[in-house]
């Protein structure tokens, strides 16, 4: 399990670092309380990329509360999100450990049916960066400006374990999944 999620730690840190990259040299970046794209009821996710959170919940004796949470309270908006009650937005709760689409969402690409990188972005940023959105779509389509591709990522996760990156699930449910995954593995330890 440890191996597992430091290597899950290790393609987030890449990742990460790319990130930083791209955004350095676009100039794009998420305005700050923004939350609305965490705010999707349909964000899906595998349990993999959510393997160091379930752990992290366990080492601090909370994955059996977070799980009976999860069990007891369904919802749709993922569980680590938190809206700000006195205005529209919110924040992740546990930013350090958010899944591989919470990484990749605004700042990653998709290959289009011409094999070609496409900005994956919110509406957010191109409209109200839309001169530096213009110019990175132009620099991506050009082959200056170099971008993660979302599929790379997810077959570096599957790399690491496939049976657990199969199948994408609601995020609420990945996450369960997760935990279940990491308490499964401690009560036979």
């Given at each position: ?7 899950i730690e290790q393609v987030f840190e890449e ?175």
């Amino acid at each position: 399990m440890q191996e597992k999620i430091k290597a899950i730690e290790q393609v987030f840190e890449e990742l990460d670092n790319e990130i930083t990259v791209f955004q350095s040299q676009t100039k794009l970046h998420c305005v700050a309380g923004c939350g609305l794209c965490c705010k999707k009821p349909d964000i899906e996710a595998t349990p993999l990329e959510f393997l160091p959170f379930a752990h992290y919940l366990y080492q601090k004796g909370e994955a059996e509360k977070v799980l009976e949470q999860l069990e007891n309270n369904p919802q749709d908006i993922c569980i680590i999100f938190k809206a700000f009650e006195t205005a529209n937005g919110g924040t992740c709760t546990e930013y350090k450990y958010r899944g591989l689409i919470c990484r990749l969402f605004g700042f990653s690409a998709r290959i289009d049916k011409y094999g070609k990188p496409e900005l994956a972005t919110c509406k957010i940023i191109k409209e109200t960066q839309a001169e530096d959105y213009n110019k990175t779509v132009n620099g991506i389509g050009e082959g200056r400006i170099a971008i993660p591709v979302m599929r790379d990522y997810y077959f570096k996760l599957r790399a690491i374990d496939a049976s657990l990156t199969d199948k994408f699930y609601p995020i609420n449910i990945a996450i369960k999944e997760a935990i279940e995954k990491v308490l499964l593995y401690y009560s036979y330890r």
